[in-house]
């Protein structure tokens, strides 16, 4: 069994940059689709990215051409890198693991971590 433990996570102001780290222990991942959600107080768990297998990504359209993603499947971490951030990104972070491709749907992912906070001032 695989678990997941999130990092990375403070407070920022706007505009600022953070970068998660999301890293398995227990078994490799290397195989598995790894997601990052984020929850804000008050609502639901959502999709902010996804990375597959062989390095491909997908992101939320509300983080698009702010968040990356980042896989090093030998340190069995992936990495979230968020610039330019706004007080909306706000929230728990969390990372998960899914066997499918492009899935954006809580339900498909497992192996969840604790989550990281992340704190946005403007």
């Known amino acids: 069994q695989v678990q997941l433990v999130e990092s990375g996570g403070g407070l920022a102001q706007a505009g600022d940059s953070l970068r998660l780290s999301c890293a398995a222990s227990?078994?490799?991942?290397?195989?598995?689709?790894v997601g990052w959600f984020r929850q804000a107080p008050g609502k639901e768990r959502e999709f902010v990215a996804g990375i597959g297998r062989s390095g491909g990504t997908y992101t939320a359209d509300s983080v698009k051409d702010r968040f990356t993603l980042s896989r090093d499947n030998a340190k069995n971490t992936v990495y979230l890198q968020m610039n330019s951030l706004k007080p909306e990104d706000t929230a728990v972070y969390y990372c998960?693991?899914?066997?499918?491709?492009?899935?954006?749907?809580?339900?498909?992912?497992?192996?969840w971590g604790q989550g990281t906070q992340v704190t946005v001032s403007s």
């Open positions: 227990g078994r490799t991942f290397s195989s598995y689709v």
């Open positions: 998960g693991l899914s066997t499918k491709w492009f899935s954006v749907a809580n339900a498909d992912f497992g192996s």
